[in-house]
């Protein structure tokens, strides 16, 4: 059950340093996030968004509106059901819609809802499932809330990208106002008896850099409009929490049911070309002593002696296979005693410190134990550690394990590596793996478990 830290832990492959930008990020990105971010095409996908949100929450308001009202007044009746229905499904629709421009524009990436669940096919039972659907009511309740929200966000982003463009390129257009309109210039105030123009060299610099102000800080608080946007988006369109927790439930159980299966094959083929193979063989031997034993009795004892150590092998193989299965140490006096004896068993000095006031549960032990084992095993084959120390404690309703290692760094929980398959296990039961790896060392790897006591 060895597991290989990233890929090869560090062996000659080049790992980018943590905290220190790409090159190429240097040479794309001279000017700093504030002056760019006008010309970004994030902040014009954005600003695109809100501009379209106006019409289209607009006309899904009055959709939605209009039907659940209709729908309403007529529950007295059968017609009103059916009704409420379709703009339920309208909503739905409008919903899928909202996605895809959420996708498009904000890049965000919100998973479908789940679908409808018919138990029969047929228009009552289409309209009993539309009608039961949180889906439904979520995409209904989004109409109703994302109206008043889109109407302040294109007033607020259209009014700033507006006037900012416009007082930033004052300097190329003010002539227009003597020209044309027979004033001085942008008319700042003005009574009876007073007026002010701003029309001076001086004034109409002022302007430009208040222009620029403004033009600088629109994307950012478009961005920050739009985040309430993305928050109602994944809210209320997206899958639920419950829907989003049953997935997670089947990705971790196919990961059991994976892992499970492939230590049933590890089991087999261990006893097949271990195990199985010494006792065939202490078999034969034995066989053909007994026919040696009366016509040379010392080929046969000297037979019967190497059926002995066949037999010792085979026993210490089967105590290596059952210890891989669940130890007898883990079972009779828990994670202190067995973690010592696997870190006896690593070929370097291994500090062991368990603070654990209560057991936990079988399950949990298990998992504890065999991630700590093979964290161990990797120190072993690949870290080129000196000195390595596991500590396991408690903390609340979580069981807390840690790794450290001297050696030469350079895991990775990414890219396919043995790690991954640890961190999928963990994650199976509600599990956490966290890798601090730099190359050159040290190697920290906690792992963290629920805790239920036994």
């Not at 006008?38 to 954005?46: G, L, Q």
């Not at 059991?256 to 299966?261: K, L």
């Not at 000196?386 to 290692?405: F, G, I, K, S, Y």
């Amino acid at each position: 059950m060895a597991t290989e830290y990233g890929q090869g832990y560090g062996h000659g492959l080049d790992f980018p340093e943590r905290g220190l930008p790409e090159q190429g990020g240097e040479r794309r990105h001279r000017l700093p996030a504030g002056l760019r971010a006008p010309f970004e095409a994030r902040s014009w996908r954005e600003f695109g968004y809100v501009l379209l949100s106006f019409p289209i929450s607009l006309v899904l308001f009055v959709y939605a509106i209009t039907m659940v009202s209709l729908g309403a007044g007529l529950l007295v009746t059968f017609l009103g059901i059916p009704v409420l229905a379709a703009g339920l499904a309208g909503c739905r629709g409008f919903g899928a819609l909202e996605r895809t421009r959420a996708r498009a524009l904000l890049k965000l990436d919100v998973a479908d809802p789940e679908p409808l669940r018919m138990r029969r096919s047929g228009f009552m039972a289409w309209m009993g499932a539309v009608l039961k659907s949180g889906t439904s009511w979520r995409a209904l309740l989004y109409a109703v809330l994302h109206f008043p929200w889109a109407v302040f966000s294109f007033v607020v982003a259209l009014n700033l990208w507006a006037y900012g463009w416009a007082l930033l390129t004052y300097p190329l257009w003010f002539w227009v106002f003597p020209a044309w309109v027979g004033q001085d210039g942008i008319q700042l105030y003005g009574d009876e008896t007073h007026h002010i123009y701003l029309d001076n060299p001086f004034e109409i610099t002022v302007t430009a850099l208040v222009g620029l102000l403004f033009t600088l800080a629109t994307p950012w608080i478009v961005r920050a409009l739009t985040t309430v946007d993305r928050l109602l988006v994944h809210g209320l369109l997206g899958p639920s929490r419950l829907a989003t927790r049953v997935v997670e439930l089947e990705s971790d159980r196919g990961v059991v049911v994976d892992t499970a299966a492939a230590d049933l094959r590890r089991i087999e083929r261990d006893l097949h070309d271990g195990a199985q193979a010494r006792l065939v063989n202490l078999a034969m031997g034995l066989g053909l002593a007994k026919e040696k034993l009366a016509e040379d009795p010392h080929a046969a004892a000297r037979m019967v002696d190497e059926a002995h150590g066949e037999v010792k092998t085979a026993l210490q193989e089967l105590r290596d296979l059952a210890r891989g299965i669940h130890p007898a140490v883990l079972t009779d006096r828990g994670l202190d005693a067995a973690l010592s004896a696997v870190a006896s068993r690593c070929t370097v000095p291994v500090e062991v410190q368990v603070d654990l006031e209560d057991r936990p549960v079988p399950a949990i032990e298990g998992i504890a134990y065999f991630t700590v084992s093979e964290l161990l095993q990797n120190i072993s084959k690949h870290s080129r550690a000196t000195w390595a120390a596991v500590d396991v404690w408690r903390v609340e309703n979580r069981l807390m394990l840690q790794v450290v290692d001297n050696g030469i760094g350079g895991a990775d929980v990414s890219g396919g590596s043995g790690l991954a398959g640890l961190a999928e296990r963990l994650d199976a039961v509600d599990g956490i793996l966290v890798v601090d790896s730099p190359v050159g060392g040290p190697t920290r790897v906690t792992a963290e478990l629920p805790w239920r006591a036994v």
